[in-house]
């Protein structure tokens, strides 16, 4: 089935330490997004990408990096300079295009120690 | 201008009542208004959308009613069921534009009553 799978499930981190969270996807969709969601506030966009090799800042991208180097996959790290990274990370994807749906992964959750 | 707001931040229906969730927003620029379900753990998934050429939209027990000129768009959930217990996101999108971002409001927390 095709769909987007993220992972790991759970993360924790240390002072000072990056983390990196993984999404791939096996849908064929040109853009790819990373929203940040705490308890209401709803979905917040931290960085997005309509192709390979090009990402954009969305709107708290402060503490955070991206790469796309391929289709399926748009990693997100959590870099130290994040203060407050505790909180649900979903990433999504779709064809492209402003009418098109978001697709979903099931999130990860990362904590901090 | 980007935001939308997204009303009862939570609601408690009983089983076979109508749910009703209602959003505003202000940038006219906005022409796709999707709505997105949310089951605790999970990511969301989109439920039912509109574009603004139309004042209603309905698939199965779940209808968007959408007035153009007060920038209001709401969900109405008819016999709603335990299983539609979730969290509802309604959002907002300058549907020309590529970049394809997604407004989203806040989110309402729905509890459906045996």
């Known amino acids: 089935d095709g769909g987007i799978t993220q992972s790991p499930k759970y993360l924790f981190r240390k002072e000072g330490q990056n983390v990196t969270l993984s999404c791939e996807q096996n849908l064929n969709h040109d853009a790819m997004y990373w929203y940040r969601q705490d308890p209401g506030q709803g979905l917040r966009l931290i960085y997005y990408?309509?192709?390979?090799?090009?990402?954009q800042k969305g709107d708290i991208a402060e503490g955070y990096s991206v790469s796309r180097e391929k289709k399926e996959s748009f990693p997100l790290t959590v870099t130290s300079a994040q203060k407050n990274p505790t909180a649900f990370y979903l990433c999504?994807?779709?064809?492209?295009?402003?009418?098109?749906?978001?697709?979903f992964g099931d999130g990860t959750r990362l904590s901090i120690l | 201008q980007q935001q939308v707001k997204q009303s009862p931040q939570s609601l408690i229906v009983q089983k076979g009542g109508i749910s009703i969730i209602n959003c505003a927003y202000e940038n006219t620029a906005f022409d796709y208004f999707p709505w997105y379900q949310q089951f605790p753990g999970k990511g969301p998934a989109l439920l039912i959308a509109i574009r603004p050429d139309v004042s209603e939209k309905k698939e199965g027990r779940f209808t968007i009613s959408f007035n153009k000129s007060a920038k209001q768009f709401s969900l109405h959930i008819m016999d709603s069921q335990p299983g539609d217990s979730a969290t509802y996101f309604c959002a907002a999108s300058p549907g020309y534009s590529s970049a394809s971002k997604i407004i989203f409001g806040s989110g309402t927390r729905l509890s459906i009553r045996p």
């Open positions: 999504a994807s779709s064809k492209g295009g402003g009418l098109q749906p978001q697709h």
């Open positions: 990408s309509q192709i390979v090799n090009d990402f």
